[in-house]
Antibody, heavy 120, light 106 residues
Framework: QVQLQESGPGLVKPSETLSLTCTISGGSVRSYNWVWIRQSPGKRLECLGFAYDIDNTNFSPSLKSRVSTSVDESANQFSLKLTSVTAADTALYFC??????????????WGQGTPVTVSS | DIQLTQSPSFLSASVGDRVTITCRASQGINTDLAWYQQKPGKAPELLLFAASTLQRGVPSRFSGSGSGTEFTLTITSLQPEDFATFYCQQVNSFPPTFGPGTTVDV
């Protein structure tokens, strides 16, 4: 049974960099593709950054200049960095596993989410 | 980005009711659509993908249909554990996007 666990600082000051980590158990980070998603109060779910086949990454166009992702195979982790944060980045952040190919893609396992507040 | 709308936004229902939620895409997405259920304080859980394929372990009272721009999620007999918010997600075009959600409550 795959389990994902997000970890992060909880509180970040405006203009600083948010760093989150997703630790994967019950499966290898190498074997699948991964995504970070956030959910702001009253707003819809939003995909932020992706990792495909460990070496390939992609990002939401709206956040592309501020988002990066990385995979640490030795630690079996998938990470997110979001720079120059503002109050608008306050949200519940999830990591999830991507399964399937064209036409059958889905996010089949999710972490429980980690809340992030941007405030001075 | 492909925009998704859902109707209704809120649905009042009772145990045993048949419930239907509609998701519409701003452009055709074939059957590249998934449905998720989210309960308060929890992560979304996958219900269906490819518009109509039931995720392993999901009860058969959940079903999905549609293609192109209009999709439906149906719960044939609502159970107490089904009260939640439901989201559709398109995976046809990058980035994947979600609908605004439909809350099913008493």
């Amino acid at each position: 049974q795959v389990q994902l666990q997000e970890s992060g600082p909880g509180l970040v000051k405006p203009s600083e960099t948010l760093s989150l980590t997703c630790t994967i158990s019950g499966g290898s980070v190498r074997s699948y593709n991964w995504v970070w998603i956030r959910q702001s109060p009253g707003k819809r779910l939003e995909c932020l950054g992706f990792a495909y086949d460990i070496d390939n990454t992609n990002f939401s166009p709206s956040l592309k200049s501020r988002v990066s992702t990385s995979v640490d195979e030795s630690a079996n982790q998938f990470s997110l960095k979001l720079t120059s944060v503002t109050a608008a980045d306050t949200a519940l952040y999830f990591c999830a596993r991507i399964k399937g190919t064209t036409g059958t893609t889905r996010f089949d396992y999710w972490g429980q989410g980690t809340p992030v507040t941007v405030s001075s | 980005d492909i925009q998704l709308t859902q109707s209704p936004s809120f649905l009042s229902a009772s145990v045993g009711d048949r419930v239907t939620i509609t998701c519409r895409a701003s452009q055709g997405i074939n059957t590249d659509l998934a449905w998720y259920q989210q309960k308060p304080g929890k992560a979304p859980e996958l219900l269906l993908f490819a518009a109509s394929t039931l995720q392993r372990g999901v009860p058969s009272r959940f079903s999905g249909s549609g293609s192109g721009t209009e999709f439906t999620l149906t719960i044939t007999s609502l159970q107490p554990e089904d009260f939640a918010t439901f989201y559709c997600q398109q995976v046809n075009s990058f980035p994947p996007t979600f609908g605004p959600g439909t809350t099913v409550d008493v």
